[in-house]
């Protein structure tokens, strides 16, 4: 589950304050150590308007800077509250494309408190290059992340 990198970003992140730098080191780590995680970001939630806001990103420029809850695969984890791996998004009909590029996707719940609050999203060029144990490691991210900024779940409110 690549305890290396979790630690790593672990110490990172206790040396920063600011939640848009953590996140932002939290996609750069991701994105430079994990083999074909080709963009990486956070969407955050809004609730009364049932919409995700994007947050930090690394990757290449996304049109999809709000995106309704129950629409594409980030939409639909904000609806249901459970990751969402797609071996090939080719394959899924309710999927919006960001990029030609994108063959495989994988997005991850983020909670605070109970409360489903974010989401970390995952794009390959690979097809299948998600697999539970990607699924793990995020997880574990997400929690890291929930731990060390109390404040998280206030974040939504600087993208709206």
Not at 99 to 119: C, F, H, M, R, T
Not at 123 to 147: G, P
Request: charged content about 20%.
């Amino acid at each position: 589950m690549h305890p290396l990198l979790l630690s790593k970003i672990k110490e990172e992140l206790e040396s920063i304050e600011d939640i848009s730098q953590g996140l932002l080191k939290v996609c750069e780590l991701i994105h430079s150590e994990m083999e074909a995680y080709d963009w990486v970001g956070f969407y955050f939630m809004h609730h009364p308007s049932r919409k995700l806001h994007l947050g930090p990103y690394v990757g290449a420029p996304t049109d999809h800077t709000l995106i309704d809850f129950g629409k594409g695969i980030c939409g639909q984890v904000a609806e249901s509250g459970n990751s969402f791996l797609v071996e090939d998004v080719n394959a899924q009909s309710n999927y919006i494309a960001c990029s030609i590029d994108v063959k495989s996707e994988i997005v991850v719940p983020l909670y605070q408190n109970g409360e489903l609050i974010a989401q970390i999203d995952i794009d390959s060029h690979l097809i299948n290059r998600f697999q539970a144990e990607d699924e793990q490691f995020l997880v574990a991210v997400n929690e890291l992340l929930a731990q060390r900024y109390s404040e998280l779940s206030r974040y939504i409110d600087t993208l709206i």
